[in-house]
């Protein structure tokens, strides 16, 4: 099918224009997508732990794997992009998504750890096409004063996939396997261990591939439907030594791609190790490893609930406050939520662990609108820089699971807490600094 022409330039002021309604409600629909695939993986750092009976610092390189896939391909698809069209980019996107997904199905029978890394790295190099394509992509369905706005809004149906991952995780995975601790498992014969395990990623295997299915479903809807054309797929061709020094000039860009980095960091952190958190908890009342650390993923659960929630009441807040002064301020309070937490393992900690999620809820879409502004067609490479920036989600857990086996996961939180520092001072930056100044075209 063809596309619709010029997304952008609508002359509306509406949030979303009336002729783009059922195409932004599609492509919605992929932040959900993606939002799942996250918050189903974040609970397997503990489940592959218990599975395999190896360190929570070998369990991480899920994560490793999983974030490694979008600063892999953050660039090359945003040449794709470039090349083609948004809509292309989310389609291949889509098919990368559910490859990696199917992948469960030979890494599953064959019963070791890296290949479900490699499948992890594949359905995320699908991920990097949707969130390159789909961010700029929102941005463009409708005027410029309005795309902050436009894009937390999409956003904001990110966390109602994330939780949606989590409660699978839960309730067909974790609740699925057997409650029995690495080292239990150890303890068990040779061939009773390997058949547990094989049972176990059979259970694991499941919702990958039906994702895999649903995504088929998704493509083909989305190949069939007339979407909108951004006008900058008509223009010129590739620059890219040019784009990028027009890119490394902009001073807010540079920032906001350090922001984001930082920030996807903390919000991985936090999420995977809330998990760990919580169990230590739990077993502190009795509960056995499986229990308890199925308990924790309810706790998971409600973390993504508040920040769903915090996504359109922080939406609705943009409206009257400078975007700036929000960040630095959400921002401020997760430090001091990080520093309680760090204090020792409690349920007030937990609860506390929790809370960060509402301050995060603002942060990852309104970093990406600042950075994007008034970039114009050097949005689409400018828009893979900040999808490499959630590199930090592969970096920072894998230094977290560092401390957490050398010091205890109460204190690695100190991590995530520096992360917060350096968002509130990017935050303060953009209030104090670039939204004082006029934002000049760099593309121009």
């Known amino acids: 099918m063809t596309e619709q022409d010029n997304a952008t330039g609508s002359g509306s002021s509406q949030v979303v224009p009336k002729n783009f309604l059922l195409p932004f409600i599609l492509v919605t629909f992929c932040f959900a997508l993606w939002g799942f695939a996250n918050d189903i993986t974040n609970p397997l750092v503990k489940g592959f732990g218990n599975i395999f009976n190896q360190s929570t610092f070998i369990s991480a390189f899920v994560q490793f794997a ?65 969130e390159t394509s789909a961010n700029p992509y929102i941005l463009s369905m409708g005027s410029e004063e309005t795309a902050t706005q436009r894009l937390n809004l999409a956003q904001a149906f990110n966390p109602i996939g994330s939780i949606t991952g ?17 080292a239990e498992r150890a303890e068990l014969p040779a061939a009773e261990f390997e058949a547990l395990k094989l049972t ?45 020094k027009r890119l490394m000039g902009s001073a807010r860009y540079v920032e ?12 991985i952190a936090v999420w995977t190790y809330i998990v760990h958190y919580g169990t230590e908890v739990f077993k502190g009342t009795g ?24 996504r359109f009441v922080c939406t609705f807040l943009l409206r009257f406050m400078n975007a700036g002064m929000l960040l630095a301020a959400l921002s401020a309070v997760a430090i001091g939520l990080c520093a309680f937490a760090m204090q020792g393992v409690s349920f007030t900690g937990l609860y506390a662990l929790v809370g960060i999620s509402g301050c995060m809820s603002l942060m990852f879409p309104t970093i990406y609108g600042i950075g994007l502004k008034g970039l114009g067609e050097d949005s689409k490479l400018a828009a893979a820089g900040l ?13 977290q699971a560092a401390v957490v086996d050398a010091k205890g996961v109460s204190f690695s939180f100190v991590l995530p807490l520096i992360c917060f520092v350096v968002i509130a001072l990017y935050g303060l930056r953009v209030m104090l600094y670039h939204d004082r100044r006029s934002t000049p075209n760099v593309a121009a």
């Open 200 to 244: 176990d990623l059979g259970v694991v295997r499941g919702p990958y591939v039906t994702i895999g299915i649903v995504l088929a479903i998704v493509f083909l809807t989305i190949l069939l439907t007339k979407m909108p054309r951004s006008k900058t797929n008509d223009e010129g061709g590739l620059d890219l030594g040019g784009t990028f």
């Open 66 to 130: 999983f974030y490694g896939g979008y600063c892999f391909m953050a660039i090359p698809a945003a040449i794709f992009i470039k090349r083609f069209t948004y809509k292309s980019g989310i389609l291949l996107g889509l098919v990368l998504y559910a490859a990696g997904g199917l992948l469960f199905i030979p890494a599953s029978q064959w019963g070791i750890f890296w290949p479900f890394c490699a499948a992890f790295f594949i359905m995320t190099c699908g991920l990097s096409f949707l």
């Open 166 to 182: 989590a409660w699978v995780a839960k309730t067909y995975i974790l609740e699925k396997i057997s409650p029995l601790s690495g």
């Open 387 to 399: 999808v490499m920036a959630i590199a930090g989600g592969s970096i920072l857990p894998l230094a």
């Open 287 to 310: 509960l056995s490893e499986g229990d308890a650390s199925a308990a924790a993923t309810t706790y998971s659960i409600y973390s993504l609930v508040l920040f769903a929630v915090a």
């Open 256 to 267: 906001s791609v350090i922001a984001q980095l930082f920030y996807v960091g903390a919000q």
